[in-house]
């Protein structure tokens, strides 16, 4: 519970930067998000998997995760390219 916390914590201070046009403060941002949401979402799904022992919610919530991780890397990069392309 405590790592949940933690995370929504830095996530929410971060909150402010979510716009910034800074590739490494928007990776760090994207990062923070991502791990609050698989935080709160392993946590939820460690309590249910001690009433409803099945591994097929863990590997979807695994896939979940890994879509995460790509969409803030084609953010970040998608952002980049942008820029370069400007003059």
């Known amino acids: 519970v ?8 830095v996530a929410a201070a971060l909150l402010r930067f979510r716009h910034s ?3 490494l403060i928007q990776a760090t941002w994207l990062s ?3 791990d609050a949401i698989k935080q709160v ?3 939820a799904l ?3 998997t001690r009433v409803y022992p099945e591994r097929w919610a863990e590997y979807a919530l695994d896939a979940f995760a890994a879509a995460l991780a790509f969409q803030a890397v084609w953010k970040i990069v998608a ?3 942008r820029k370069r392309r400007r003059p």
């Open 21 to 23: 046009r800074n590739a």
């Open 2 to 9: 405590s790592a949940v916390v933690i995370g929504l914590l």
């Open 79 to 81: 952002d980049a390219a």
């Open 41 to 43: 979402f392993y946590s």
């Open 46 to 48: 460690g309590f249910a």
């Open 32 to 34: 923070s998000r991502n």
